[in-house]
């Protein structure tokens, strides 16, 4: 099918609008780029019209839906700044997977239950309004949404509730219900039960403990209990706290590799070793039993806050993943038996239906077909085949009817399987802690061994021992242990404010290598589908019109009638009707047809549509041969494309193009964002985005994409990142995602990298500076317990408030 959506050039906005009346004046385009803030989702955006107020047609579309059924107060609960709809609320969502899931559950009696994954839920309002859709669902009885998890727990009377139509109601507020993850339990989790005994066994221990720093003497009868109590708790936080940190500590010593944790656990074990010496031997002066407890408890809050931070981010987003399509492939009988593309072989024959993609390199073996490459490669214009010609994997089959393919390779093959790979990215290490650790471990322990062995000489190996503890005590590494994860969560609390989320630990160092950027073109630097540059015209339309139009677009699967089907939808215009668009005709590579009302109305290319028209550009909407509408779309890049390109290049990086889209259209993009020729590449298919990556920016590109075009090149990039929208699994796959209708969330991730980077620098220098002088007061062996205990909780809060210091924003 082709219904005419080319570009346009700049400037010359020739569309127009009629019905039985004379042409209305063209609106010329705006290049203004005015900063505006959505009025649904609170996403900063570059306006082109001072008439703006939403970032995207999504959210103008899911704002009249709150106000059309009384929901304001949701704005009232909205934090300050939530994902946008994106078009994936206008698309036909198929719930069929929720209906085993719910004969299963109801098999259990008669009140069912259900985990399903919910992408989208980022503040209170997100938790009340999908609490309020649900009350109105009949045989509910209960609802909880986890933001933090990214989970939807549903409780309902067996044989009275629909999850499906619960989930298409939720889909119509912009939520995005999926299966569960299939994870084990969230580290988050694990450390958080950890961390709530730790707490309770440092208080216990430390309640035991004080009466000892208040003067109580050794000789009170109650004094070894109180020791004893105090080493039983020690005992339990090591059990259960310390365990954690000398677990993974030793499973990175033998990798080679000098984990964070190696030097706590060398602190707390050391620590505990001497404490038990030091109680047998009557030597009060080694015994650290709440030091161990506190220190294990402040370690275990400073990796919560940075695990829990990192995991929530990447919850926002469902675990999808590519599953092989259901195919019917013809039997060595000629008849057909469905069947997963997994079983597909090269030669075989299989039926293709509409909305499904090609799931090998495949030749039509009859009639022809309009396939869409926007998924795969990013054009935005469908692909008219024929028979005898091949189609690559991935293209999606937008004619109505089903076809025929003959597979021209194995499924294990085939692109679409290496996009199923679901490989995990390997978490580099941080080279600069790694670093800093070693050089730690070498000098603390040299310098507390040696200072030990110099007082064991001068005056016995109790003394010896106590300044060799107390080095190694009041060096602890609080720096790394607290500090370090703070800086981390800070960062990270002040780019999820900007609507960047990441989902690496290990992002920050490859950012700070990153020399290149590397971006996809349509769905990155331009919206992921045409733009409708006169939707204003769709007013004017009588209401039948309306009616005609929304039926001829409302099954089609072309990038021009989902344009207007947004369109018509966001306005409140759209009007469905089963009867009527069964009837609809597509005639492939000319447009959609359809017999209604007496009239003969169609939708596509100019000299189709209007008789005896040519040379129009844009798509024609014609009544019996007189048109009615012309209506103009382009492929135009994002608001603040051009000054966020700019800004880029002013860090220093080089930016790229690498588009599966045609080559004049990439460069075409590229001359508008000021990106010379000779760094726009188009044409391009996964393989080749992957290979240029290796070639050319390997160890210090960063790739941007949205695609599933990308995720090839994502495993060979330094750090990759992606928009959040409709395509979860890409962003899922990258080291961060960033919200709003723009790409500042790249510059913003960039920015907070150095910024980050110039706090840790200050926090080590403090560190230095701090276990210098402590380290010299503990050689001469003035330090106690007691000066332990008050020196750690003191060089922690110095070490957090140099980090808030350094990362705090400055008006």
């Known amino acids: 099918m082709q219904l005419s959506g080319r570009r346009t050039q700049k400037g010359s906005v020739r569309s127009r609008v009629r019905e039985n009346a004379g042409p209305v004046t063209s609106i010329p385009r705006s290049h203004e780029r005015a900063r505006a803030t959505c009025e649904h989702c609170g996403t900063r955006f570059a306006a082109t019209a001072e008439s703006d107020r939403f970032c995207c047609s999504g959210c103008e579309y899911v704002y009249r839906v709150i106000h059309d059924e ?189 984990h964070l944790d190696l030097p706590i656990s060398i602190g707390i074990v050391f620590a505990y070793l001497a404490s038990w010496y030091g109680m047998f031997t009557g030597a009060e002066s080694l015994i650290y039993f709440d030091f161990v407890s506190t220190f294990v408890f402040f370690m275990l809050c ?45 030669g075989d024959s299989y039926w293709l239906r509409p909305g499904q993609r090609l799931p090998t390199h495949s030749r039509l073996e009859g009639g022809e077909a309009s396939l869409g490459m926007d998924w795969i490669s990013g054009e935005t214009e469908s692909r008219l085949v024929v028979k005898g010609e091949d189609a690559p994997s991935g293209a999606a089959l937008e004619s109505p009817y089903p076809s025929t393919w003959r597979s021209l390779e194995d499924w294990d093959q085939s692109l679409l399987a290496k996009l199923a790979g679901r490989s995990v990215r390997s978490q580099e290490r941080d080279r600069v802690a790694q670093k800093w650790i070693f050089r730690y471990l070498a ?80 769905g990155t630097l331009t919206r992921s589908s045409l733009t409708l540059l006169n939707p204003q015209y769709l007013d004017t339309l009588t209401e039948r019109s309306r009616h005609v139009l929304s039926v001829l677009c409302a099954r089609s699967r072309h990038p021009v009638a989902r344009s207007l089907r947004e369109a018509m939808m966001a306005k409140g215009l759209f009007r469905d009707d089963e009867g009527l668009a069964a009837t609809v005709k597509e005639r492939v590579g000319l447009g959609l047809e359809l017999e209604a009302f007496g009239r003969q109305w169609r939708l596509g290319r100019a000299n189709w549509v209007a008789l005896g028209k040519e040379g129009s550009r844009g798509t024609t909407f014609a009544a019996d041969g007189e048109d009615i509408a012309v209506f103009e779309f382009d492929d135009r890049p994002l608001p603040d494309a051009l000054d966020e390109a700019q800004a880029l290049e002013d860090l220093g990086l080089e930016l790229f193009i690498l588009s599966g889209d045609r080559e004049e259209k990439a460069k075409a993009v590229g001359r508008l964002l000021g990106i010379g020729p000779e760094r726009v590449f188009g044409n391009m298919l996964p393989e080749g985005k992957a290979r ?62 150095e910024r980050r980077r110039r706090a840790v620098r200050a926090l080590l220098a403090f560190a230095i500076s701090y276990n210098l002088a402590a380290g010299g007061f503990a050689l001469q062996g003035a330090v106690t317990p007691l000066v332990a205990a008050v020196l750690m909780p003191l060089s922690s809060i110095a070490s957090l408030a140099i980090v808030w210091s350094a990362l705090r924003d400055r008006s």
């Open 443 to 522: 000098v603390a322990f040299g310098v507390a061994l040696l200072g030990g062995m110099a007082w064991w000489l001068a005056d016995g190996l109790t003394m010896g021992l106590k300044v060799f503890i107390a080095v190694l005590v009041v060096s602890c590494p609080c720096a790394l242990g607290i500090a370090w994860p703070f800086a981390d969560e800070i960062a990270l609390a002040k780019l999820k404010s900007r609507g960047v989320f990441v989902t690496t630990h290990s992002l920050w160092n490859r950012l700070s290598r990153t020399r290149k950027v590397a971006f996809d073109k349509t």
């Open 302 to 346: 400073g990796r919560w806050l940075q695990i829990v931070a990192i995991e929530r981010n990447r919850n926002r987003l469902a675990d999808l993943s590519f599953a092989a399509p259901e195919v019917e492939i013809e039997s060595a009988s000629g008849g057909r038996i469905r069947a997963s593309a997994e079983q597909l072989k090269q």
């Open 692 to 753: 240029w990556i290796e070639e050319n920016g390997h160890g210090r590109c960063l790739m941007v994409g949205d695609g599933a075009n990308d995720t090839l090149a994502f495993k060979k990039a330094l750090c990759c990142g992606a928009p959040a929208n409709e395509q979860g699994i890409v962003a899922e796959r990258a080291d961060f995602h960033y919200l709003g209708n723009g790409i500042q969330g790249i510059r913003s991730a960039i920015e907070m990298g």
């Open 70 to 258: 009384s929901l304001e107060r949701f704005y009232e609960l909205r934090g300050s700044v939530s994902q946008p709809v994106g078009a994936n609320v206008f698309e036909d969502t198929d719930f069929h997977w929720i209906h085993a899931l719910q004969e299963t559950a109801e098999q259990a009696g008669p009140a069912a239950s259900l985990t399903l994954a919910l992408e989208g839920v980022s503040c209170v309002g997100c938790v009340w309004l999908v609490d309020r859709l649900f009350a109105e669902a009949p045989g509910g009885l209960s609802c909880r949404v986890n933001v933090q998890y990214g989970s939807l727990d549903l409780q309902w009377r067996s044989g009275e509730f629909s999850v499906a139509d619960f989930a298409g109601e939720l889909k119509r507020f912009g939520y995005r219900v999926c299966p569960a993850r299939q994870n084990a339990e969230s580290e988050s989790r694990q450390v958080a039960w950890k961390l709530g005994l730790a707490g309770a066994f440092a208080l216990n221990g430390m309640l035991y403990t004080l009466p000892g720093y208040l003067g109580m003497e050794s000789s009170f009868a109650f004094a070894p209990h109180f020791t004893w109590l105090s080493a039983a708790f020690s005992t339990l936080s090591m059990v259960f706290g310390g365990s954690y940190f000398i677990a993974k500590a030793a499973k990175a010593a033998m990798q080679g590799i000098a």
